[in-house]
């Protein structure tokens, strides 16, 4: 085996970091020195054997806790993933709201729009006068339109009369002249 694959079995065995690769060798060390001995009280061995015993009851805790901590991680992880779906929704519900507000303002902003228009137009309105009023005022100037028509045809009657009488007048004095001049010249 060359060191990158002993690394990376170390690294797979040890899982976590948590050591337990280091106490597994120790462990193996201890129980190939205590089957290769042989001790010469059996107080000796009761000691190796109890020292064996504390190492794997060590082992032990810490695989436990180490399963207890992952445990608690994936608990933790569960939390947070319904955290996590939980604000999404809260994301989504507050851009539907933003969304729905984006047009409610669009809308106050166009009803605002056409309602100044409206009151532009209302107040020209007022300012005109009554619609009888100006067709009473229409009336009365299609009758003195009439009036000054018909006073006009008189005028140019009376005009046209009173030419005629200027023409006979003056016709009548040119001849009254040419008489005069003929009774003087004879």
Do not use: D, G, T
């Given at each position: 085996m060359d060191d990158e694959q002993i690394i990376k079995r170390k690294l797979m065995f040890d899982g976590e970091g948590t050591g337990d690769d280091r106490r597994i060798t120790l462990i193996q060390k201890m129980i190939v020195k205590w089957i290769g001995t042989e001790y010469q009280s059996q107080k000796e061995?009761?000691?190796?054997?109890n020292n064996i015993l504390s190492q794997?009851?060590?082992?032990?805790h810490s695989r436990q806790k180490s399963e207890l901590i992952k445990s608690n991680n994936e608990k933790q992880l569960a939390i947070y993933r319904q955290y996590q779906n939980e604000i999404t929704k809260d994301i989504t519900s507050i851009?539907?709201?933003i969304n729905t507000s984006?047009?409610?303002l669009t809308k106050v902003k166009y009803e605002k729009h056409q309602k100044v228009t409206y009151n532009m137009i209302a107040k020209d309105i007022v300012a005109?006068?009554?619609?009888k009023e100006n067709i009473k005022c229409v009336e009365q100037l299609q009758l003195n339109i009439n009036h000054l028509k018909e006073a006009?045809?008189?005028l140019e009657h009376v005009f046209n009369l009173w030419r005629k009488h200027f023409v006979v007048l003056l016709t009548s004095a040119h001849q009254m002249r040419f008489m005069l001049d003929d009774e003087k010249t004879k």
């Open positions: 061995n009761e000691v190796i054997y794997l009851s060590l082992l032990e851009n539907k709201a984006k047009f409610i005109q006068s009554p619609r006009r045809k008189n």
